[in-house]
Nanobody, 128 residues
Framework: QAQLVVSGGGSVQPGGSLRLSCAAS????????MAWFRQAPGKEREGVTG????????YYAASVKGRFAISLDNARNTLYLQMNSLKPEDTAMYYC?????????????????????WGQGTQVTVSS
């Protein structure tokens, strides 16, 4: 059974950095689109960044481009999100998601992935 376990959140001051990890199990065959999402209180869940497992193509929301970096360690089946220059508006619960996908589908729909169960997520709080 496929499972995603997120870790690495915490509290940090504006301008600080955090790295999130998402350990994936059960994703062993074919190519996948993997992504980070976040949801702040009172707001809808939004796609932050995505990556295609087959070639490493990456996609970013405009709000995080240049500050966040997504990466995938296929050997460890672990997805990472390096967050730099954090801002108070980055405060949210962060989730990871994955689905079997082609490169094209990932490129056009990474931010619209929906999961039946988003899991526990990890809280990121940016505050002075």
């Amino acid at each position: 059974q496929a499972q995603l376990v997120v870790s690495g959140g915490g509290s940090v001051q504006p301008g600080g950095s955090l790295r999130l990890s998402c350990a994936a199990s059960g994703y062993n065959y074919g190519t996948y689109c993997m992504a980070w999402f976040r949801q702040a209180p009172g707001k809808e869940r939004e796609g932050v960044t995505g990556i295609f497992s087959g070639g490493g193509d990456t996609y970013y929301a405009a709000s995080v481009k240049g500050r966040f970096a997504i990466s995938l360690d296929n050997a460890r089946n672990t997805l990472y999100l390096q967050m730099n220059s954090l801002k108070p508006e980055d405060t949210a619960m962060y989730y990871c998601a994955a689905k079997p996908s082609s490169l094209y589908d990932c490129s056009v729909s990474w931010s619209r992935m929906r999961l039946p169960d988003w899991g526990q997520g990890t809280q990121v709080t940016v505050s002075s």
